[in-house]
């Protein structure tokens, strides 16, 4: 089992930025990946960003050079710097971790809105 709680969201002027953070607990070590989701309202959910055991990093098109993945291994959390917010990247966003046999585990999501 694995528990991730995010945390960092809010609101803010488009332009503006935000950290997320998402914690993770339990089995951490059957971790393979991490990553960053977000759901906008009505929509389905798209992947953002993902970082992996060995902290190689990928980007949604939508969120490149905006957007930055890390993590800290000391301290059992996943960031994501977000930069250069628009108000289209209103959603709420949701850590996940994926575990080596492919399980996926989710965080229960932080709600992020941009003002225009």
């Known amino acids: 089992q694995v528990q991730l709680v995010e945390s960092g969201g809010g609101l803010v002027q488009a332009g503006g930025s935000l950290r997320l953070s998402c914690a993770a607990s339990g089995s951490i070590f059957s971790i393979n990946a991490m990553g960053w989701y977000r759901q906008a309202p009505g929509e389905t959910r798209e992947w953002v960003a993902g970082?992996?055991?060995?902290?190689?990093?990928n980007y949604a098109d939508s969120v490149k050079g905006r957007f930055t993945i890390s993590r800290d291994n000391a301290k059992n959390t996943v960031y994501l710097q977000m930069n250069g917010l628009k108000p289209e990247d209103t959603a709420v966003y949701y850590c996940?971790?994926?575990?080596?046999?492919?399980?996926?585990?989710w965080g229960q999501g932080t709600q992020v809105t941009v003002s225009s």
């Open positions: 996940d971790a994926v575990l080596g046999n492919g399980y996926q585990y």
């Open positions: 970082i992996t055991s060995g902290g190689s990093t």
